[in-house]
């Protein structure tokens, strides 16, 4: 149990990083593009919001890789079982269908399950929040023009 509780923190704390990276650089560029200056500033702000939210759906995708990953150490599913799936069932708290994991490793589905929902509750702080700058930018446009 201990060494499922080392190795679920470690890949945890892998995907926080990896989270954190994607954000950083997600705020940075939404920021940028948000203050710019355009013609049709509805359909900007609707731009911005997609290419974040393709972004972050880029970034769980890859955290649940490197889950599955973890998986294929540790042996958690049966043989042959594809594990980037299991990986997005636990991640996205789906729940369990038709894998499941091996008693001894059973622990690693709701260590995943955690990190995918602090993951996917930080992707919709970010995305309301560039929402809200970018409609607070729009307005101030709007109040000047």
Known sequence: MVLQFLLG???SLMNIMIHA???????????????????WP?????????????VLMVAHTLESVVWSAAYLMAGVAPAGSDLVYFAFVNYTTLGYGDITPVEARRLLGPMTAMNG?????????????????????????????
């Open 42 to 54: 509805r359909l900007h702000l609707m731009a911005v919001m997609v290419a974040t939210a393709a």
């Open 9 to 11: 923190t470690i890949v």
């Open 117 to 145: 929902i602090l993951l996917f509750g930080w992707s919709t702080a970010v995305l309301f929040e560039v929402l809200r700058k970018t409609v607070e930018h729009l307005a101030a446009i709007e109040a000047r023009g």
């Open 21 to 39: 990276l994607v954000m950083v650089g997600a705020i940075g560029i939404a920021r940028s593009a948000g203050l710019r200056h355009t013609v």
